[in-house]
């Protein structure tokens, strides 16, 4: 069954906005119909539609639903790439489970980001909702303004490092199922430079590898999201 992002408040519910309109006019929703909600937070309900139209909907909360939780909250701290990759990344690490989103301007970073940051936030938060509704997860991932590396260092001084140029330290599972929060860096097309890899470590991540292979920047973003989410 689809879901729709909802505001719930004492057992009622509100949909407004394109939510409203694609119940309305796509799926033909009807009121007594009983669909599925979520309230972006982690929460997920069954509810009834009592009053719709095209521009608001409104019903009440039938029961809550059993939610699938991840084991632990990963921020994804990633360069930005071309717009297609950018949007690959936030879609399949949304669907991998990832809890948040910091682009970070490395020196290879080659896309001026921040030029419109309003409208590309706008942008990317419409590519990560389309992909909590295809997933079914009821949490939304947050979507930070980008940051400057040394900056997202001291955001963010707890995580791993994934290094092309590392090829000893792979993940210890082991030592993963502790942490609780967490967060990776993964850098831009042509990598990290080495002035950037010193100081990491010295910010204290532990420097990685994500495997014999050298991998396209979204694709490493995506393999070290299911890795360090298993």
Same mark, same amino acid.
């Given at each position: 069954m689809p879901q729709y992002l909802a505001k719930?408040?004492?057992?009622?519910f509100f949909i407004d906005g394109d939510e409203a309109r694609h119940l309305s006019a796509v799926s033909r929703a009807q009121a007594g119909d009983v669909i599925k909600i979520f309230d972006g937070t982690g929460g997920q309900f069954e509810a009834?539609?009592?009053l719709l139209n095209k521009k608001n909907i409104e019903g009440e909360i039938l029961k809550i639903l059993p939610v699938r939780v991840q084991k632990r909250k990963l921020t994804l701290c990633f360069a930005p790439v071309s717009r297609a990759a950018l949007e690959e990344v936030l879609d399949k690490c949304t669907q991998t489970g990832v809890y948040a989103f910091q682009p970070v301007i490395t020196?290879?970073?080659e896309h001026?980001? #921040?030029k419109k940051l309003?409208?590309?936030i706008e942008?990317?938060?419409?590519?990560? #909702?389309s992909a909590v509704k295809q997933c079914e997860t009821p949490l939304i991932p947050k979507i930070y303004a980008p940051l400057k590396f040394a900056d997202a260092l001291k955001k963010y001084p707890r995580g791993y490092f994934a290094y092309e140029?590392?090829?000893q330290n792979a993940l210890s599972l082991a030592a993963l199922k502790e942490e609780k929060e967490i967060s990776v860096f993964?850098?831009?097309v042509g990598g990290f430079t080495d002035g950037e890899a010193r100081q990491a470590a010295q910010s204290g991540l532990k420097t990685i590898t994500l495997g014999a292979n050298i991998m396209r920047a979204e694709t490493a973003a995506v393999a070290a999201s299911v890795l360090l989410l298993q």
């Open positions: 719930i408040t004492d057992k009622k009834k539609i009592n020196e290879r970073t001026d980001i #921040l309003d409208n590309k942008r990317w938060s419409s590519v990560i #909702l140029k590392e090829t993964i850098g831009p």
